[in-house]
């Protein structure tokens, strides 16, 4: 057994916005399989436009459209390409610049070798059969390369307003020694907390530090599956992922030998009777469901006792 | 201007951080060593502010829980930057200028081997036009590298130099996780990875956390009797687009040193600068820029090559600098951090054993 738990995690989410004038000139020309640069206060065309001048700080107004050729200013060999990028394969990024710009921009060059590639080597854009008005509309590939049939120009009258990025991150959740034993813990159908050798205050979940004296919780502490509810939130709202038709109770559980609350769901009671003092318990899953998850504990529901009285937790609210 | 000091420095770089989230939970410790080399508690400590980034490790609020590790009761003055701890020195040197504070400690965490940095790092490009192609951070180093090899700016051989120099150094810092130097020759017979650049041209992918405490007039004498006075701190950046910078030079850090060096009385008698270039043609560019003596020690600790903890890598440079004062190898030093693609963001700190008031 390794001495911590680890687990997936993804953060994804798409990046949704707005582009203005500028950069809406620039997509809707990607769209329509042109290039469209503008001219900076120092003369030089610049393509993607910036949305302000570098120099004077003006809005740009003065666009251009350019050819869908160009020479390759720099390159580097991806060897290994990472999720999203142009090609699944190795492929070559490189600086294009187009003929008629005086900068170059980064972009994908489809060859299979780096051998394929060079600095001053020409290129020319391969437009996708479907377009939207994105970077992704686009690569670059030899300007000898077979040619493929060129796309209509134009797909639509409406200018491009907006983009969609998809970011999808995956990362390696590395928990804490501390939170693999509360999670250790959880399997085998016990809830620890780690107590403060400053203050004595029992954390859980467990945590490196005591947040109050910054010092390292050491003492493992076995809590009671029972608790108060110390404040509750009905949800009434529902929302992507929701597993539970609203309305229901998220609470906040002060489990009897904590000095922090834990959150939980509160279900078996109609949600206007929730109410804090609520004396609660942990209904558990099957054993034979239980994992290294605070999911073993499907809920907490009220164990018909009388309400705490406030002075119990209202240290702890 | 108050005379304020680099007075207290701990780190932590590790290749892989086993059981840790975000490495906030180096903290604690790093803190720890920061009161014993001080003499003081967390109640002497005016202002914090650390350097940090949810993307990193894909936790949100993640400099909420390096709260922890301070212990915030009774509340205390704090601030966070999404940028390196460099940036957060530089906040907190704000901080104690205005007189609201005498003292500050200032840091930074990020467990960087939790994704896949370089593509995570395509984040911070233009999300119009860059980001949707997921430009990795060792690819665009790439093209910046060809752009000078092709102008006859450098050759791989000094790219190699560079390097060697890098991990023979590293291989007398305790905490490198990259070292040994072997030769020019050998190093260019290694395989490309993003050709122009070799592995070894990349800064090693780094866990890490650093803690860097400053202190104004009296409360820093208390502590060293060479502190590392800050003489001049400046920083800048250059635009987002690639295409519009001249990418074979690092225009803002060109002007963050002539802007550092103008208060600290120029920057041709450092005697040791500590420039954080995460990849090996980037110190030429910033020697370049810098425009430091021929007899400059450049990164005797190795460098970022040996190691290069997101959010703490130019922290870390200026803490090594400082080390130089405290221990009397030298009496003028300076710690540089970028921050962006391509050197797109710079600070430099120069740091002095003669604050420019006593």
Redesign the interface.
Do not use: N
């Given at each position: 057994m390794s001495r911590t738990l680890s687990a997936p995690v993804t953060v994804a989410f798409d990046y949704t916005r707005s582009v203005g004038p500028v950069l809406g000139r620039f997509l809707t020309g990607l769209r329509d399989a042109t290039f469209v640069g503008a001219r900076t206060s120092d003369g030089r065309v610049v393509v993607p436009p910036p949305e302000f001048d570098p120099v004077t700080h003006a809005a740009t107004t003065d666009f251009v459209d350019l050819p869908d050729t160009g020479t390759v200013t720099s390159w580097t060999w991806v060897s290994e390409p990472v999720a999203g990028q142009p090609f699944d394969r190795p492929f070559a990024f490189a600086l294009v610049t187009l003929d008629g710009a005086d900068a170059p921009f980064l972009h994908a060059v489809d060859v299979t070798s780096p051998e394929q590639i060079s600095t001053g080597m020409r290129v020319r854009a391969r437009w996708a059969a479907e377009r939207s008005g994105q970077m992704t509309d686009v690569v670059f590939e030899p300007a000898d390369a077979p040619d493929t049939d060129a796309p209509a120009r134009a797909t639509a009258d409406d200018p491009v307003t907006g983009i969609v990025t998809p970011v999808h991150l995956d990362y390696t959740y590395a928990a804490s020694p501390e939170e693999s034993a509360f999670f250790r813990g959880l399997a085998e159908g016990r809830i620890l907390g780690q107590r403060c050798p400053t203050c004595q205050k029992v954390y859980v979940p467990p945590r490196p530090a005591c947040p109050t004296d910054g010092v390292p919780t050491v003492e493992e502490v076995e809590l009671s599956d029972t608790g108060t509810v110390t404040t509750f939130c009905i949800v009434n709202v529902p929302f992507l992922g929701q597993k539970i038709a609203p309305p229901y109770v998220s609470a906040y559980i002060l489990l009897d030998g904590a000095d922090i609350a834990l959150q939980h769901l509160i279900l078996d009671i109609p949600v206007e009777e929730i109410r804090m003092g609520l004396r609660v318990k942990a209904v558990w899953k099957p054993r034979e469901e239980w994992g290294t998850t605070i999911e073993n504990i499907s809920h907490f529901a009220p164990t018909g006792d009388p309400d705490a009285a406030y002075e119990t937790y209202q240290h702890h609210l | 201007m108050r005379d304020v000091a680099v007075v207290g420095f701990a780190q932590r770089q590790l290749q892989d951080?086993?059981?840790?989230?975000q490495c906030?939970?180096m903290?604690?410790p790093l803190?720890a060593e920061c009161y014993e080399q001080t003499g003081w508690s967390?109640r002497d400590i005016g202002f914090w502010c650390s350097g940090s980034s949810d993307?990193l490790?894909?936790?949100s609020f993640s400099f909420v829980?390096a709260?922890?590790?301070?212990?915030?009761?009774p509340p205390v003055n704090e601030s966070h930057v999404e940028m390196d701890a460099a940036w957060a020195l530089y906040e907190a040197w704000l901080k104690i200028q205005t007189g609201e504070v005498d003292t500050a400690l200032v840091f930074g965490f990020g467990?960087a081997?939790?994704?896949?940095l370089?593509?995570?790092l395509?984040?911070q490009l233009d999300?119009?036009?860059?980001?949707?192609?997921?430009?990795?951070t060792v690819?665009?180093a790439?093209?910046?590298a060809?752009?000078g090899l092709?102008a006859g700016l450098w050759d791989e051989a000094a790219m190699a130099e560079v390097v060697n120099r890098s991990l023979t150094d590293a291989e007398k810092n305790e905490y490198a996780v990259r070292s040994g130097g072997s030769s020019v020759e050998e190093l260019l017979k290694r395989p490309?990875?993003?050709?122009?650049?070799r592995k070894h041209d990349a800064a090693p992918v780094t866990d890490g956390a650093a803690a860097i405490v400053l202190a104004a007039g009296d409360r820093a004498r208390e502590v060293r009797d060479r502190p590392a006075w800050i003489t001049g701190l400046a920083h800048m950046t250059d635009?987002l687009?690639?295409?519009?910078r001249d990418?074979t030079r690092s225009a803002s850090a060109g002007r963050a040193a002539a802007a550092a060096g103008a208060a600290a009385g120029g920057l041709g008698d450092v005697e040791v600068a500590e420039l954080h270039a995460p990849f090996s043609h980037q110190e030429l560019i910033l020697r370049a820029e810098l425009g430091l003596g021929a007899d400059t020690r450049i990164n005797p600790s190795g460098g970022a090559l040996g190691g290069n903890p997101m959010f703490t890598g130019g922290g870390i440079r200026i803490g090594e600098a400082a080390r130089r004062i405290w221990d009397g190898s030298a009496d003028k030093t300076l710690g540089h951090a970028t921050s962006g693609p391509a050197l797109q963001q710079n600070l430099v700190c120069v740091m002095s054993s003669e604050g420019a008031n006593n």
């Open positions: - | 951080y086993d059981g840790s989230p906030a939970e903290l604690v803190f967390k993307y490790a894909g936790r829980s709260i922890d590790a301070i212990g915030v009761l467990k081997s939790a994704g896949v370089r593509r995570t395509a984040l999300p119009y036009t860059m980001t949707p192609l997921w430009p990795d690819s665009i790439a093209l910046q060809r752009l092709d490309m990875y993003a050709d122009p650049l635009g687009q690639l295409g519009t990418l």
